[in-house]
T-cell receptor, first 113, second 114 residues
């Protein structure tokens, strides 16, 4: 079954404690992306990757890092989380050409206290 | 700059009534246009998309959308609402044609009244 898997689904952490949210896809997609969803703001892109070792900033990259060492994985790293990063996070992947649909993970609800 | 505006953060219709969710975009070049649906506690899934060709696009679950270049709109419609259509709907646009940065609208929550 084609899927994008995020872990964990729910996470409560404290300010400043480094965390990683994993994302894995089994469709051999070149393109992967992270979004955060906040009420009234829709989905905003954090980072995206066009292929292994190729990453670029989205619209709201501050406070986040990513890496793409393998095609299937695209982890999101928060080196020093702050309360304003409390949000619902989604990972997505897509094949090339980029007019194709994106597949989304189930989401990770992060709370930073 | 690219932006997507969904008119109405909440829309409520009766079961069996017409569903109309509005989406307008701003773009200097013809965009790719998408509608995604998000059911409670789930990720987003593609409802339909417009890339090229016929401007009336049919999607899953009886939804369709029409690309109107002159109005820079891509409104989503369904002739007869069903209770299972209750969800949040997002319009999305490529920021640069062929480069899927996917700029999303704010979302419209659709409620179906029995």
């Amino acid at each position: 079954e084609a899927q994008v898997t995020q872990n964990p689904r729910y996470l409560i952490t404290v300010t400043g404690k480094k965390l990683t949210v994993t994302c894995s896809q089994n469709m051999n997609h070149e393109y992967m992306s992270w979004y955060r969803q906040d009420p009234g703001l829709g989905l905003r892109q954090i980072y995206y990757s066009m292929n292994v070792e190729v990453t670029d900033k989205g619209d709201v990259p501050e406070g986040y890092k990513v890496s793409r060492k393998e095609k299937r994985n695209f982890p999101l790293i928060l080196e020093s989380p702050s309360p304003n990063q409390t949000s619902l996070y989604f990972c997505a992947s897509a094949s090339l050409p980029l007019s194709s649909q994106a597949f989304f993970g189930q989401g990770t609800r992060l709370t930073v206290v | 700059a690219q932006s997507v505006t969904q008119l109405g953060s909440h829309v409520s219709v009766s079961e069996g009534a017409l569903v109309l969710l509005r989406c307008n975009y701003s773009s200097s070049v013809p965009p790719y246009l998408f509608w995604y649906v998000q059911y409670p506690n789930q990720g987003l899934q593609l409802l339909l998309k417009y890339t090229t060709g016929a401007t009336l696009v049919k999607g899953i679950n009886g939804f369709e959308a029409e690309f109107k270049k002159s109005e820079t709109s891509f409104h989503l419609t369904k002739p007869s609402a069903h209770m299972s259509d209750a969800a949040e709907y997002f319009c999305a646009v490529d920021i640069i044609q062929g480069a899927q940065k996917l700029v999303f609208g704010q979302g419209t929550r659709l409620t179906i009244n029995p």
